[in-house]
């Protein structure tokens, strides 16, 4: 069985770009090989506001559709301003251009694994198989009641026209696409590699991406369309003011609830309410696929809706175990002047410095 993206390059370049093309921003770093680890030498983002005052301008779409031209000048525009000294980029691909299915399958050598998805592939990818491109990864091994031992696969397939969108918006803007990934797997790589089991929550603006990590390896994720600009929206509508005023309202104030930011926590608690509903219902199918998988044991917010003041707080006390923002800038070099910025970029460059790790190792 081809590989999905077995046409990129496969050489590991000495600087490369992760590029997280989401659903109303463009997020950039670039990374070189460093002494000790991955090091920064330069980070941007681009949003397209317009999607606040029109719920439909976005750059992507659950629909399998993305916005080429606007893609192509934000990333054209991003790069210009960065000054980039590398064209080499590596991209995320979000959950919903993806098609996932997860496959059981007795204990067998991985070319047998391979042999027999190309006959199992055509019952589970919801188009037609010529037109996608197909991978799988083992995420799990497991012995049955009766001793046979078994093993979870992951199927993965992109449509084809999805790839070749990415490609022209890459060309367009100037850039060497070097290879394309599931977000899922960029967060992985960051935040696993340790033994305590996790729910990596990457809250975006329009979409919430809810990986779970099993011994340091992606085992299974879920995407919800309950996300970030839910709360501005319920802002903008209950104190009738401008969307772009209810984002600034929602940064500056959270969902503290002391004083006079208790009725405007009041407002986006219920809309919070429903992503973490979202990952307890995430729990329980996680636990129905892999019964013999440890729970979990903490939860790692990522993406800009981390940013949000409060909220480890009330997920730890609604979702009952500890809960952290997310750090990946402890894994990279970085020079010292961004070190003020670190908090805030933590969450919101997650994808994009999960794909830069990738590119250079």
């Given at each position: 069985?081809?590989?999905?993206?077995?046409?990129?390059?496969?050489?590991?370049?000495?600087a490369?770009?992760?590029?997280d093309?989401?659903?109303?921003?463009?997020?950039?770093?670039?990374?070189?090989?460093?002494?000790?680890?991955?090091?920064?030498?330069?980070?941007?983002?681009?949003?397209?506001?317009?999607?606040?005052?029109?719920?439909?301008?976005?750059?992507?779409?659950?629909?399998?559709?993305?916005?080429?031209?606007?893609?192509?000048?934000?990333?054209?525009?991003?790069?210009?301003?960065?000054?980039?000294?590398?064209?080499?980029?590596?991209?995320?691909?979000?959950?919903?251009?993806?098609?996932?299915?997860?496959?059981?399958?007795?204990?067998?050598?991985?070319?047998?694994?391979?042999?027999?998805?190309?006959?199992?592939?055509?019952?589970?990818?919801?188009?037609?198989?010529?037109?996608?491109?197909?991978?799988?990864?083992?995420?799990?091994?497991?012995t049955?009641?009766?001793?046979?031992a078994?093993?979870?696969?992951?199927?993965?397939?992109?449509?084809?026209?999805?790839?070749?969108?990415?490609?022209?918006?890459?060309?367009?803007?100037?850039?060497?696409?070097?290879?394309?990934?599931?977000?899922?797997?960029?967060?992985?790589?960051?935040?696993?590699?340790?033994?305590?089991?996790?729910?990596?929550?990457?809250?975006?603006?329009?979409?919430?991406?809810?990986?779970?990590?099993?011994?340091?390896?992606?085992?299974?994720?879920?995407?919800?369309?309950?996300?970030?600009?839910?709360?501005?929206?319920?802002?903008?509508?209950?104190?009738?003011?401008?969307?772009?005023?209810?984002?600034?309202?929602?940064?500056?104030?959270?969902i503290?609830?002391?004083?006079?930011?208790?009725?405007?926590?009041?407002?986006?608690?219920?809309?919070l309410?429903?992503?973490?509903?979202?990952?307890?219902?995430?729990?329980?199918?996680?636990?129905?696929q892999?019964?013999?998988?440890?729970?979990?044991?903490?939860?790692?917010?990522?993406?800009?809706?981390?940013?949000?003041?409060g909220?480890?707080?009330?997920?730890?006390?609604?979702?009952?175990?500890?809960?952290?923002?997310?750090?990946?800038?402890v894994?990279?070099?970085?020079?010292?002047?961004?070190?003020?910025?670190?908090?805030?970029?933590?969450?919101?460059?997650s994808?994009?410095?999960?794909?830069?790790?990738?590119?250079?190792?």
């Open positions: 069985m081809a590989r999905p993206f077995s046409f990129f390059s496969k050489s590991t370049p000495s490369c770009l992760g590029i093309i989401g659903t109303t921003s463009i997020k950039a770093v670039e990374v070189r090989r460093g002494d000790k680890a991955p090091r920064v030498t330069n980070y941007g983002m681009l949003e397209s506001s317009g999607y606040l005052e029109r719920a439909n301008q976005v750059l992507q779409t659950s629909g399998l559709k993305i916005f080429e031209s606007q893609a192509v000048e934000l990333l054209k525009a991003l790069i210009a301003e960065l000054g980039t000294s590398t064209k080499e980029a590596v991209a995320s691909l979000p959950p919903f251009e993806v098609f996932t299915t997860l496959l059981d399958f007795p204990a067998m050598d991985p070319k047998q694994v391979e042999q027999a998805l190309v006959y199992q592939a055509r019952q589970y990818v919801p188009i037609p198989i010529e037109q996608v491109a197909l991978d799988w990864m083992k995420v799990a091994d497991y049955d009641d009766k001793g046979f078994h093993q979870k696969i992951l199927l993965i397939s992109v449509p084809q026209e999805a790839i070749k969108k990415y490609q022209r918006i890459f060309q367009g803007a100037g850039l060497t696409l070097r290879t394309l990934e599931l977000e899922s797997l960029s967060l992985a790589r960051l935040f696993g590699g340790d033994p305590v089991s996790s729910i990596i929550v990457d809250i975006g603006s329009r979409s919430t991406n809810i990986v779970f990590l099993e011994k340091g390896i992606m085992a299974w994720g879920v995407q919800s369309d309950f996300a970030s600009a839910s709360l501005t929206q319920a802002l903008a509508t209950s104190l009738s003011i401008n969307p772009l005023r209810a984002e600034e309202l929602k940064k500056e104030r959270g503290v609830g002391t004083g006079p930011n208790q009725d405007i926590a009041s407002i986006m608690v219920p809309f309410d429903a992503i973490v509903n979202e990952v307890k219902k995430a729990q329980f199918g996680y636990r129905e892999f019964p013999a998988a440890s729970n979990a044991e903490r939860v790692i917010l990522a993406g800009g809706g981390a940013n949000l003041l909220i480890e707080n009330y997920f730890e006390k609604e979702i009952g175990m500890p809960v952290v923002k997310a750090s990946p800038f894994k990279f070099e970085y020079p010292p002047e961004i070190v003020p910025f670190v908090p805030e970029l933590n969450p919101l460059m994808v994009a410095l999960g794909l830069g790790m990738k590119g250079v190792s």
